[in-house]
Protein backbone atom coordinates (compact mmCIF):
# COMPACT_ATOMS: atom_id res chain seq x y z
CA UNK A 1 0.00 0.00 0.00
CA UNK A 2 1.58 3.57 -0.65
CA UNK A 3 2.21 6.10 1.64
CA UNK A 4 0.11 8.47 -0.48
CA UNK A 5 -3.06 5.60 -0.25
CA UNK A 6 -2.72 5.29 3.76
CA UNK A 7 -2.30 8.73 3.94
CA UNK A 8 -5.45 9.64 2.35
CA UNK A 9 -7.19 6.82 4.28
CA UNK A 10 -5.89 7.97 7.37
CA UNK A 11 -7.62 11.37 6.69
CA UNK A 12 -11.19 9.82 6.64
CA UNK A 13 -10.72 8.23 10.42
CA UNK A 14 -13.53 9.83 12.88
CA UNK A 15 -12.49 12.00 15.44
CA UNK A 16 -14.84 12.68 18.49
CA UNK A 17 -17.20 15.63 16.53
CA UNK A 18 -18.17 16.35 13.31
CA UNK A 19 -16.26 20.35 15.13
CA UNK A 20 -13.48 18.67 15.47
CA UNK A 21 -13.40 16.96 11.84
CA UNK A 22 -13.75 20.30 10.52
CA UNK A 23 -10.72 21.72 12.53
CA UNK A 24 -8.23 19.24 11.40
CA UNK A 25 -9.59 20.15 7.46
CA UNK A 26 -8.47 22.96 8.07
CA UNK A 27 -5.09 21.90 9.05
CA UNK A 28 -5.01 20.00 6.53
CA UNK A 29 -5.78 22.44 4.01
CA UNK A 30 -3.36 24.37 4.71
CA UNK A 31 -0.73 21.04 4.36
CA UNK A 32 0.09 19.90 7.89
CA UNK A 33 0.55 16.06 7.59
CA UNK A 34 -1.40 13.70 9.54
CA UNK A 35 1.29 11.27 10.48
CA UNK A 36 -0.95 9.57 13.31
CA UNK A 37 -4.53 8.35 12.19
CA UNK A 38 -7.41 9.13 13.81
CA UNK A 39 -8.33 5.68 14.62
CA UNK A 40 -5.37 5.33 16.90
CA UNK A 41 -5.60 8.41 18.36
CA UNK A 42 -9.42 7.48 19.75
CA UNK A 43 -8.80 3.95 20.29
CA UNK A 44 -7.45 1.10 22.90
CA UNK A 45 -4.28 -1.31 22.36
CA UNK A 46 -7.03 -3.38 20.50
CA UNK A 47 -7.02 -1.60 16.58
CA UNK A 48 -8.70 -2.73 13.87
CA UNK A 49 -6.74 -4.28 10.89
CA UNK A 50 -5.55 -2.27 8.70
CA UNK A 51 -7.56 -3.53 4.93
CA UNK A 52 -6.27 -2.81 1.29
CA UNK A 53 -7.44 0.19 0.31
CA UNK A 54 -11.13 0.66 -1.53
CA UNK A 55 -10.86 2.18 -5.16
CA UNK A 56 -12.90 5.43 -3.52
CA UNK A 57 -15.67 6.69 -1.99
CA UNK A 58 -19.03 8.24 -2.47
CA UNK A 59 -19.16 11.65 -1.53
CA UNK A 60 -22.28 13.76 -1.68
CA UNK A 61 -22.07 17.62 -2.88
CA UNK A 62 -24.58 19.36 -0.23
CA UNK A 63 -25.34 22.72 -2.26
CA UNK A 64 -26.76 20.87 -5.36
CA UNK A 65 -28.80 17.97 -3.03
CA UNK A 66 -32.19 18.66 -2.94
CA UNK A 67 -33.27 15.53 -0.27
CA UNK A 68 -35.18 13.68 -2.65
CA UNK A 69 -34.04 10.57 -1.18
CA UNK A 70 -33.99 8.97 -4.22
CA UNK A 71 -30.21 7.37 -3.78
CA UNK A 72 -31.56 5.77 -0.66
CA UNK A 73 -34.56 4.49 -2.97
CA UNK A 74 -32.85 2.68 -5.28
CA UNK A 75 -29.66 1.84 -3.14
CA UNK A 76 -32.05 -1.00 -1.25
CA UNK A 77 -33.93 -2.05 -4.56
CA UNK A 78 -30.67 -3.07 -6.00
CA UNK A 79 -29.43 -4.02 -3.11
CA UNK A 80 -32.41 -5.78 -0.98
CA UNK A 81 -34.88 -5.81 -3.48
CA UNK A 82 -37.30 -3.47 -1.49
CA UNK A 83 -37.69 0.20 -1.34
CA UNK A 84 -36.80 0.66 2.34
CA UNK A 85 -34.59 3.89 3.22
CA UNK A 86 -33.75 2.92 6.36
CA UNK A 87 -31.76 0.77 5.93
CA UNK A 88 -30.54 2.35 2.77
CA UNK A 89 -26.15 2.92 2.33
CA UNK A 90 -26.71 6.34 2.15
CA UNK A 91 -28.41 8.29 4.92
CA UNK A 92 -29.92 11.50 3.91
CA UNK A 93 -33.23 10.59 6.25
CA UNK A 94 -31.18 11.30 9.09
CA UNK A 95 -30.33 14.60 8.56
CA UNK A 96 -33.74 15.47 7.45
CA UNK A 97 -35.18 17.49 10.89
CA UNK A 98 -34.66 21.03 11.17
CA UNK A 99 -32.21 22.16 13.57
CA UNK A 100 -31.19 21.51 17.22
CA UNK A 101 -35.36 22.12 18.30
CA UNK A 102 -37.00 20.65 15.47
CA UNK A 103 -39.40 17.92 15.36
CA UNK A 104 -37.41 14.81 15.43
CA UNK A 105 -37.45 10.82 15.57
CA UNK A 106 -35.95 8.07 16.42
CA UNK A 107 -33.58 7.40 13.45
CA UNK A 108 -32.67 10.89 12.88
CA UNK A 109 -29.19 10.69 14.57
CA UNK A 110 -27.88 13.82 13.80
CA UNK A 111 -28.71 17.87 14.70
CA UNK A 112 -30.27 18.56 11.49
CA UNK A 113 -29.45 20.80 8.41
CA UNK A 114 -32.58 21.54 6.62
CA UNK A 115 -33.13 24.85 9.21
CA UNK A 116 -30.90 26.85 6.83
CA UNK A 117 -32.18 24.41 3.66
CA UNK A 118 -28.48 22.66 3.52
CA UNK A 119 -29.12 18.80 3.10
CA UNK A 120 -26.20 16.54 4.05
CA UNK A 121 -26.54 12.81 2.53
CA UNK A 122 -23.94 10.91 4.96
CA UNK A 123 -21.90 7.90 3.25
CA UNK A 124 -19.29 5.14 4.32
CA UNK A 125 -15.91 6.35 4.84
CA UNK A 126 -14.58 2.46 3.39
CA UNK A 127 -12.02 3.56 6.32
CA UNK A 128 -8.15 1.66 6.35
CA UNK A 129 -8.68 0.37 10.14
CA UNK A 130 -12.49 0.43 9.79
CA UNK A 131 -14.25 0.64 13.55
CA UNK A 132 -17.02 -1.28 12.40
CA UNK A 133 -14.90 -4.64 10.91
CA UNK A 134 -12.75 -4.36 14.43
CA UNK A 135 -16.47 -4.34 16.51
CA UNK A 136 -17.71 -7.65 14.45
CA UNK A 137 -17.22 -10.63 16.80
CA UNK A 138 -18.12 -12.63 13.67
CA UNK A 139 -14.83 -10.97 11.16
CA UNK A 140 -18.20 -10.64 8.87
CA UNK A 141 -16.67 -7.65 7.50
CA UNK A 142 -14.07 -7.43 5.30
CA UNK A 143 -12.73 -6.02 1.88
CA UNK A 144 -14.04 -6.71 -1.37
CA UNK A 145 -10.85 -7.76 -3.36
CA UNK A 146 -12.03 -6.44 -7.04
CA UNK A 147 -13.01 -2.70 -5.21
CA UNK A 148 -11.78 -2.91 -1.95
CA UNK A 149 -15.37 -1.67 0.11
CA UNK A 150 -15.92 -2.83 3.02
CA UNK A 151 -18.47 -5.29 2.82
CA UNK A 152 -20.40 -7.51 5.12
CA UNK A 153 -20.80 -11.53 5.00
CA UNK A 154 -24.58 -12.08 6.03
CA UNK A 155 -23.90 -15.65 6.38
CA UNK A 156 -21.46 -14.95 9.02
CA UNK A 157 -23.36 -11.86 10.81
CA UNK A 158 -26.09 -12.57 13.79
CA UNK A 159 -27.24 -8.92 13.86
CA UNK A 160 -25.23 -7.75 17.08
CA UNK A 161 -25.62 -4.38 15.99
CA UNK A 162 -21.73 -3.88 16.98
CA UNK A 163 -20.67 -2.64 13.57
CA UNK A 164 -23.48 -0.22 14.06
CA UNK A 165 -22.54 1.36 17.67
CA UNK A 166 -18.52 1.74 16.43
CA UNK A 167 -19.00 3.54 13.05
CA UNK A 168 -18.91 7.32 14.20
CA UNK A 169 -20.74 7.79 10.91
CA UNK A 170 -23.67 5.78 11.75
CA UNK A 171 -23.50 4.18 8.48
CA UNK A 172 -24.10 0.13 9.53
CA UNK A 173 -27.83 -0.31 9.79
CA UNK A 174 -29.64 -3.80 10.96
CA UNK A 175 -32.25 -4.57 8.85
CA UNK A 176 -35.25 -5.39 11.22
CA UNK A 177 -36.78 -7.57 8.75
CA UNK A 178 -34.00 -10.15 8.22
CA UNK A 179 -31.54 -9.44 11.43
CA UNK A 180 -28.60 -8.60 8.95
CA UNK A 181 -26.68 -5.11 9.18
CA UNK A 182 -25.98 -3.37 5.83
CA UNK A 183 -23.55 -1.12 4.66
CA UNK A 184 -21.93 0.54 1.25
CA UNK A 185 -20.62 -2.26 -1.11
CA UNK A 186 -19.71 0.25 -3.83
CA UNK A 187 -22.06 -1.68 -5.51
CA UNK A 188 -19.11 -3.72 -7.88
CA UNK A 189 -17.51 -0.55 -8.66
CA UNK A 190 -20.66 1.11 -10.15
CA UNK A 191 -22.74 2.95 -7.69
CA UNK A 192 -26.37 3.13 -7.84
CA UNK A 193 -26.89 6.13 -5.63
CA UNK A 194 -24.63 7.83 -7.90
CA UNK A 195 -25.70 6.55 -11.54
CA UNK A 196 -29.54 7.94 -10.35
CA UNK A 197 -29.04 10.80 -8.19
CA UNK A 198 -31.13 13.70 -10.43
CA UNK A 199 -28.81 16.84 -9.88
CA UNK A 200 -25.55 15.17 -9.44
CA UNK A 201 -24.91 15.83 -5.96
CA UNK A 202 -23.74 12.52 -5.28
CA UNK A 203 -19.77 11.50 -7.39
CA UNK A 204 -17.44 8.20 -6.96
CA UNK A 205 -14.35 9.87 -6.00
CA UNK A 206 -11.00 8.05 -6.79
CA UNK A 207 -8.28 8.06 -4.14
CA UNK A 208 -6.04 11.01 -5.77
CA UNK A 209 -9.27 13.39 -5.16
CA UNK A 210 -10.87 12.38 -2.41
CA UNK A 211 -9.09 14.25 0.54
CA UNK A 212 -9.19 17.91 -1.70
CA UNK A 213 -12.84 16.81 -2.16
CA UNK A 214 -13.61 16.24 1.44
CA UNK A 215 -11.86 19.31 2.96
CA UNK A 216 -14.00 21.50 0.38
CA UNK A 217 -17.18 19.47 1.12
CA UNK A 218 -16.58 20.43 4.73
CA UNK A 219 -16.27 23.63 4.27
CA UNK A 220 -19.33 24.43 2.81
CA UNK A 221 -20.95 22.61 5.36
CA UNK A 222 -19.43 24.64 7.89
CA UNK A 223 -20.41 27.51 6.40
CA UNK A 224 -24.24 26.97 5.88
CA UNK A 225 -25.23 24.12 8.21
CA UNK A 226 -26.27 24.67 11.56
CA UNK A 227 -24.40 22.78 14.35
Not at 89 to 100: A, C, D, F, I, S
Not at 111 to 125: K, L, V
Amino acid sequence: MSEEKKGKNNFLEKPTSRREFLKKSVIGAAGAAFSVSFLSMFTDSAEAEVLIVADGIVISDPVICTGCRRCETNCTAINDNKAHPYISRVKVGQNYNYGLQGPAMYYWTKNGQMGDFTIIAETCRQCESPRCAAACPMGAITADPDTGARVINTKKCVGCGNCVTACPYDIPTIDPEINKSTKCNLCEGEPTCVAGCPTGSLKFVSWDKVERTLIERERIIKGQAIY
